[in-house]
C-alpha cells in the first residue's frame, strides 16, 4: 500500500502565485523528507529536504513544512515561475534501513503564463 | 546525469523473453535502486543492492531479479517479460540520506 499520500494529483497556478502539494505518511519511524523535481524524459532531482526535528526549511523559492503531529508535510513553490512547471515527488525513508525511498504519486504542476 | 548511466534507453520486447536492464555508476557508491514509473503510481521501489551480492526486494519485485557482481553495476532481469511490465525504469544512487541521484531511464515497452 502507497506509504506516502500525495496531493493533489495535478495544479494549474498562474506565474507569481504560490503553489501548494501536500503530503501525508502513517509510519512514524521515516525520518527523512525529500522531494523530488522531474521533467519530461528526465530522471528526478532532489528539491530540497527535511528531517523531522525541523518544522520548516527554506532554499530560495521553495520551503517544506513539516507538522510531525499530523504526520504530514508540504512543499511551498512562492513566486512560481512557468519553468517550475514539472511533476513533484515528495518522498519519505527510514535512516536504517537502505534508505530506500517511498514516494508519493506525484503532483503534475502547471505554470501558466 | 552525472555518474550514473543506464541502458538501454529505450527497449522493445516480445511477451515471454527475458529482458536485462543495465546500470553502470562511477562513483562507488554502496546503495543502488530499481524503480518503475507507471503513471497514477509514481515511483516503485523494485529491488536495492547495498553492497556487492547483497541485494533486497522492494514492493513490486516478483517477477524481476538484480545482481551485483561489482560495485559499480547494478543489473535488472525480467525472467519472462509480461505487457504489466510495461514501465519507465530508472535507476538511482544513494549519495546521502535522502540525496538520490537517478539515471535517464529506459523506457522499456513489452509487445
Known amino acids: 500500500q502507497q506509504q506516502v499520500k500525495q496531493s493533489p494529483q495535478s495544479l494549474i497556478v498562474q506565474k507569481g502565485g504560490i503553489s501548494i502539494i501536500n503530503c501525508a505518511y502513517e509510519?512514524?519511524?521515516?525520518?527523512?523528507f525529500p522531494w523530488y523535481q522531474q521533467f519530461p524524459g528526465k530522471g528526478p532531482a532532489l528539491l530540497i529536504a527535511i528531517r523531522p526535528d525541523v518544522s520548516e526549511k527554506k532554499e530560495g523559492r521553495f520551503t517544506i513544512s513539516f507538522n510531525k503531529s499530523a504526520k504530514q508535510f508540504s512543499l511551498h513553490i512562492m513566486d512560481s515561475q512557468p519553468g517550475d512547471s514539472a511533476t513533484y515527488f515528495c518522498a519519505a525513508s527510514i535512516e536504517n534501513s537502505g534508505y530506500a525511498l517511498n514516494f508519493g504519486k506525484g503532483t503534475s504542476l502547471l505554470v501558466t503564463p | 546525469d552525472a555518474g550514473i548511466t543506464q541502458s538501454p534507453r529505450h527497449k522493445v520486447t516480445e511477451t515471454g523473453t527475458p529482458v536485462t536492464l543495465r546500470c553502470h555508476q562511477t562513483e562507488n557508491h554502496r546503495y543502488m535502486y530499481w524503480y518503475r514509473q507507471d503513471p497514477g503510481h509514481g515511483l516503485r521501489l523494485i529491488h536495492y543492492?547495498?553492497?556487492?551480492?547483497?541485494?533486497d526486494k522492494g514492493e513490486v519485485s516478483d517477477g524481476y531479479s538484480v545482481s551485483r557482481s561489482k560495485t559499480e553495476d547494478f543489473l535488472l532481469t525480467l525472467e519472462s517479460a509480461t505487457s504489466s511490465q510495461t514501465s519507465v525504469y530508472f535507476c538511482?544512487?544513494?549519495?546521502?540520506?535522502?540525496?538520490?541521484?537517478f539515471g535517464s531511464g529506459t523506457r522499456l515497452t513489452v509487445v
Open positions: 538511482a544512487i544513494s549519495v546521502s540520506p535522502a540525496g538520490y541521484t
Open positions: 509510519n512514524t519511524a521515516f525520518d527523512y
Open positions: 543492492s547495498y553492497g556487492v551480492k547483497d541485494t
